[in-house]
């Protein structure tokens, strides 16, 4: 998403940050294998893992999750409730793939990975577009 925010010259509009419900990989940059599919395609990846926290209900006023467990995990943070309205699946934004879910890319070879990327590509751009159409609507 940053990626196309700084394509369309957004990226002071929005703010955008990535973190795992896990914590395994914390402090890690991103995987090397994906950072090598997305250079391939002029994406730079750049940050450290970092766990999500509850103080992310607060700071952001989305959080997309890559799959059903992820969003369950992420649900289950809130424990009052109050920012279930804020959390919705990536894959609902796509407009070319019909997936679901993000597959998970580690334990499988390089197309998994740009099966990946191509599924985030298409799901930013059509969360950049719904929120260029009614951006209060999603949130």
Known sequence: MNHLLQREGLQGQYVCDSAGTIGYHQGSPPDERMRLAAQKRGIVLTGRARQLTPADF????LILTM????????LALDQEKRY???VKMICE??????????PDPYYGG???????LDLL???CEGLLAALRQRPTQLL
């Open 110 to 116: 390089a197309e998994g990975f740009e099966l990946v």
């Open 93 to 102: 934004f796509c407009r070319r793939y019909t997936y679901r879910e993000v």
């Open 121 to 123: 590509l298409d799901a």
């Open 84 to 86: 279930r309205h804020k």
């Open 67 to 74: 799959d059903r467990q992820n969003y369950w995990d992420v």
């Open 58 to 61: 607060t700071r952001f006023d």
